[in-house]
T-cell receptor, first 110, second 119 residues
Framework: SQQGEEDPQALSIQEGENATMNCSYK?????LQWYRQNSGRGLVHLIL?????REKHSGRLRVTLDTSKKSSSLLITASRAADTASYFC??????????FGQGTELSVKP | SAVISQKPSRDICQRGTSLTIQCQVD?????MFWYRQQPGQSLTLIAT?????????ESGFVIDKFPISRPNLTFSTLTVSNMSPEDSSIYLC????????????????FGPGTRLTVL
């Protein structure tokens, strides 16, 4: 069964605004990863945060992890039209098996 | 990051036929993973392919329907057998960065996917 749940399912913002996506999961994890997918193509890895980390940054991306609430958030600051994509969180299981959330479809309007 | 390629990138197939999808990695890796993404859905793990052993399938997926080969440390194939329209999906392979010798990261990299349409 899918472990990750994401909200919102869809998000539409204007260029320059910030976009926040949330992910919740059910069991303990080793790490959580965020991916981007453009128009049903391959997944691009964005960032990995480990269970002992609370926050991580990469360029315009900021990821937080709250293991007590079993949740994570992805913040994209100063969004651009090129950020339009689907965003997925994925938690690891043993042996490198990932469980994906349902994804958030982000639309950034110029 | 790993360079992962898949062939074909897309295909349109007739019901009842089979399609073999290839996944090639530019480095040797122990484990490769196969995922399915049905239209408008998220990704679901089909199986884990280790070199030199039988693939391990997840609940809901069976070897007769999705036979997997792993002849060496850089290559794997997934066959979708006796296809039906319900098999129309994007199929993706992935590998762990750790398996690529890129330090201790558990980052997984994905291939570009194979978009399959079954008529």
């Amino acid at each position: 069964s899918q472990q990750g749940e994401e909200d919102p399912q869809a998000l539409s913002i204007q260029e320059g605004e910030n976009a926040t996506m949330n992910c919740s999961y059910k069991t303990s994890i080793n790490n959580l990863q965020w991916y981007r997918q453009n128009s049903g193509r391959g997944l691009v890895h964005l960032i990995l945060i480990r269970s002992n980390e609370r926050e991580k940054h990469s360029g315009r991306l900021r990821v937080t992890l709250d293991t007590s609430k079993k949740s994570s958030s992805l913040l994209i600051t100063a969004s651009r039209a090129a950020d339009t994509a689907s965003y997925f969180c994925a938690t690891d299981r043993t042996g490198g098996k990932l469980i994906f959330g349902q994804g958030t479809e982000l639309s950034v309007k110029p | 990051s790993a360079v992962i390629s898949q062939k074909p990138s897309r295909d349109i197939c007739q019901r009842g036929t089979s399609l073999t999808i290839q996944c090639q990695v530019d480095s040797q890796v122990t484990m490769m993973f196969w995922y399915r993404q049905q239209p408008g859905q998220s990704l679901t793990l089909i199986a884990t392919a280790n070199q030199g052993s039988e693939a391990t399938y997840e609940s809901g997926f069976v070897i007769d329907k999705f036979p997997i080969s792993r002849p060496n440390l850089t290559f794997s194939t997934l066959t979708v057998s006796n296809m039906s329209p319900e098999d129309s999906s994007i199929y993706l392979c992935s590998v762990e960065a750790q398996g690529l010798g890129q330090g201790s990261t558990d980052t997984q990299y994905f291939g570009p996917g194979t978009r399959l349409t079954v008529l």
